[in-house]
């Protein structure tokens, strides 16, 4: 499966009154290694998220916090594409401490839906083929 790995700094404007990482953010900087990981991939950013045929609207987000991510710190964000359905690809991001530990893991599926008529469609064999 397709991978890609990153290295994220939280911000000072990335944390709650806590200073962990704010839930949200974690889930946008996920997102960010996702979007990097298809730039960098066979179909590139805008087969994914430009085309004028489809869109892969987010379907399902969930997190999971298991160390505190403070303000100062850089974590590897390992994304990867999880598994594929028929019509969904399931993206998993993890982000890793400096000692391999890992910090946070989000995982999001988006379905491959037609624009004109919003309905889900099968995920193309370019796109198939660059996810496997």
């Known amino acids: 499966m397709l ?6 700094t939280i911000r000072f ?7 962990a990482v704010f839930y949200p953010r974690a889930i946008e900087l996920a997102h960010a290694a996702v979007e990097e990981m298809i730039r960098r991939s066979a179909i590139g950013w805008a087969a ?15 997190a999971d916090f298991l160390l505190p991510m ?3 710190e850089t974590f590897t ?5 999880h598994s594929t359905g028929e019509t969904s690809a399931t993206f998993l991001v993890e982000f890793l401490a400096d000692d391999g530990r890992p910090a946070a893991r989000v995982r999001t599926i988006h379905v491959l839906v ?10 193309t064999a370019e796109i198939r083929r660059a996810f496997t």
Do not use: C, I, Y
């Open 48 to 62: 994914w998220f430009a085309s004028p045929a489809h869109a892969a609207p987010l379907r399902r987000a969930e």
């Open 70 to 72: 403070r303000p100062g």
């Open 13 to 19: 404007g990335d944390a709650d009154p806590a200073g």
């Open 114 to 123: 037609d624009k004109a008529t919003g309905r889900a469609v099968p995920l």
């Open 3 to 8: 991978t890609h790995e990153q290295p994220v």
């Open 77 to 81: 964000a390992r994304a990867s594409v």
